[in-house]
């Protein structure tokens, strides 16, 4: 399967665009022209608001950082808190769907019950409260609140497949041959559900790059850590849409949701390859 | 002498159907009774809602019955097990599927299929597992085995992953082999193959094997004896020869009448019949037969009739036949 | 008399085409078909049986080619029919019935509706009160009451979806209707009440029959002629009795020798060991010739013809050339 994923052509697209990031995020010190909040070099202090020049690609902010810089600098932030919130949350997805679904009963009812009350309350308002109450301004709060928000769709999905998978006679055969349930979860119905969990994961990633930036937007975050998202926080709160200050609010955006494509991209390219009917030729 | 080995008394298997209102039930399973010797090829002929697939998940505990008891060696095979119980009776009775592609997991390549029964009843160590894979495979007709260790079930053919079932329950030296249409999903020419390797590893192993199929004809050829079950019930048992040449219950012969039998004259007369196999959730009352029977009196609908004996070993859920 | 051949093939040849190559799932086929008669097509899965009754319908996918032959339906060749033409055609003059019911019939649409819609579809002068009167009589000739008109698919049992298939079929009173496994998915006494009622439909209409099937011993019981078919070609023909009491070629044999009998003794049965070749990679010479027990070397080297050993009856096999039958 890792061949016919590298054979497609929106894969490849997807990964190289998020490649390219992670490379960017990588090499940051040897990209970025400046530091993310360096306001002044040898030859005097930045200007502040400054449109895109020679000495300053992207311009500056009202603070007189380097918007390329910080673009640069921004992509570690995004990146790690975007696919650290998409693995926690996909795995904690996975575990309860899985258990849910295999073992039924009692404890499917109390963990769909549950994972019900997660699906019902609107993720965006749950997400904006909860990190409100939380005392911490950061990183961290954004990957935990994100992902006990975010597990819920997977679960249920998760859940229902492995119904599924679990009727097919194989499951059935490991059954009468004596195996142990445990090992029928991880080694009978966990390997044929791998294109599902691939795709819950990068839907998790995008929604926790999008959770992230939103968060970050409203001020939930670190303002003072250099993220996308808190460039967007910052470009806001000086009016940059108002003064037309397309260089500072447009690359952050469009990093977002180019980070996102990607993602999206390799998604559209698992769908194709574990539905025949829908792959091209 | 040969012993029983498998005996079922009086299993009933009924399913509830979910729905508004009162509880209904699909009665897959009404009173059934037979037993098994070892050694004998017992065939279990029926079409479908006959129950015969349920019997076969009822012995191997994917269900628990509902009435009677299921023995197997004296032993009860129901209820509670403890761990280790559970584990000699799995490797004592296995299963070959009807379908052999839904009973190969698609991810796995044969040889880690193939490990897995050596596994898990701790047949063999790590240094002998691969000898014993192989010399399983090759009994099953698949030499050289090497060959075929690192496939994945879709690069075998129907019959190939039939084969690779087979070698997978046979790996456990079982006594009891239930077979669930082994052969109604492969082709033509490779049906008979499979079918004279059940014979031929009952003859040199001695395992008794079930053999569930709807073909009366493929019953005749492999089985010692023959159990007709029809809507849920047993309605004929006895030897295969007797049971067909001379069939006692109007089911069974009907089953006789409409199975292709070119070597007999090309114009032979037929049983007519009118209806088909009736709703399990709603069975007729008395004898479940009644109603498409073609010597059904009115006492047939009132009461359901007792199995008798009606030569040496040949019983029938008939009363008015001869 | 010449007039007679409702359905003449001559050297059809369709199939596949992959990336690897082309797959001939009918290559070279040739055969005629009589006015009234009922013609079986045996063959077990992949020998192209089931490429042939589409093509012949001209419900080919699209990626399937036919790359050479003639097909004369009444003198008419259905290759290379307009679109106007074949629309005429299809149902009127041959119609289908398909294996499985269950995927063939509208699970949202009232039976009845599904017969007037076909009549309307391909006669669409009649009024839907024609349309209903002649869909009510094609559902008493499968024996199914007019109190089940109303109803859906899935309130009807295997058997009586399979019913109403045929009445479909037959409710144009084509001249051909070609069934491709109408009963496999049957369980034994519903099959014979179907197959019954075929046969008797069929004579009293006089229509022909392909039918198209992998139970031989069903197919010897009704069929008039019998065709086996292996890896895309015609291997034996001949009238159903001659076929069976004396099959010429080893695969038919083969095939023969994996129905055990209901009744006489019972001797060894054997089937036969390996598989059919793959299409992309075809043997030189006769393509049963991995899997035949009496083979030569002739047969590795050169490719059989199909030849004939009387006036009805032929095979594909070089063992006959010198008599050796």
Known sequence: MLKLFIENRKALAGVIILGLFILMALLAPLLAPYGPKQDSDEQGRFPLMAAPCDAHPLGTTNAGYDILSQLIYGSRVTLTVGILTGLLTSFISLAVGLFSGYLKGAADDVISFITNIFLVIPSLPLVIVVASYVPMRGVVPIIVVLSLTGWAWGARVVRAQVMSVGEREFVKVAEVMGENSLVIVFREILPNIISLVMAIFFTSTIAAIIGEATLEFIGLGNVSTVTWGTMLFWAQNNAALLMNAWWWFLPPGLGIGLLGTSFALMNFAIDEISNPKIRKR | MSETILELRNVTKHFPVRGLGQKRFVHAMDGVSFSLNRGEILSVVGESGSGKTTTAKVITRIYESDAGSVVFQGKPVGGKLKHDKLLEYRSQVQMIFQDPFGALNPTHTIGSIMERPFVIHKLAGRKELEARIKDVLVQVGMDPPEQYMQKFPHELSGGQRQRVNIARAIAVDPLLLIADEPTSMLDVSIKMIIMNMIKRFRDEKGISYLYITHDLAGARYIADRIVVMYAGMVMETGPAEEVISGAHHPYTRLLKSAAPQPEANFNRARLTTKGEIPSLIDPPSGCRFHPRCPIARSECSKLVPEIREVSAGHFSRCRFSS | ?325
């Open chain 3, 1 to 325: 008399m010449v007039d007679d051949v409702l359905l003449r093939i001559t050297n059809l040849e369709a199939g596949y085409r992959l990336r690897q190559g082309m797959i001939r799932a009918v290559d070279g086929i040739s055969l005629d078909l009589m006015k009234g008669e009922f013609l079986g097509i045996a063959g077990e899965s992949g020998c192209g049986k089931s490429t042939l009754a589409y093509t012949l319908m001209g419900l080919l996918e699209d990626n399937a080619e036919i790359t050479g032959g003639e097909v004369l339906f009444k003198g008419e060749n259905l290759l290379t029919l307009s679109r106007n033409r074949a629309k005429e055609i299809r149902w009127v003059d041959i119609s289908m019935v398909f294996q499985s019911a269950m995927n063939a019939l509208n699970p949202v649409l009232k039976i009845s509706e599904q017969l007037t819609d076909t009549v309307l579809t391909h006669l669409p002068g009649l009024t839907k009160a024609k349309a209903l009167d002649m869909a009510k009589k094609a559902l008493a000739l499968v024996d199914i009451s007019e109190d089940r008109l109303d109803a859906y698919p899935h309130q009807l049992s295997g058997g009586m979806k399979q019913r109403v298939m045929i009445a479909m079929a037959m409710i144009l009173e084509p001249d051909l209707i070609i069934m491709d496994e109408p009963t496999t998915a049957l369980d034994v006494v519903v099959q014979r009440t179907i197959i019954d009622k075929i046969s008797d439909l069929q004579k009293q209409f006089n229509f022909s029959v392909i039918f198209i099937t992998h139970d031989l011993s069903l197919l010897v019981e009704i069929s008039d002629k019998l065709v086996i078919m292996y890896s895309g070609q015609i291997v034996e023909s001949g009238p159903a009795e001659a076929v069976y009491r004396h099959p010429a070629h080893p695969y038919t044999r083969g095939l023969m020798n994996s129905f055990p009998p209901l009744s006489g003794p019972l001797l060894e049965f054997g089937g036969i060991p390996g598989r059919p070749p793959n299409f992309l990679d075809l043997p030189e010479g006769c393509r049963f010739y991995p899997r035949c027990p009496q083979r030569k070397d002739i047969c590795r080297q050169l490719p059989p013809e199909l030849l004939p050993l009387d006036e009805v009856h032929s095979a594909r096999c070089h063992l006959l050339k010198d008599g050796n039958a």
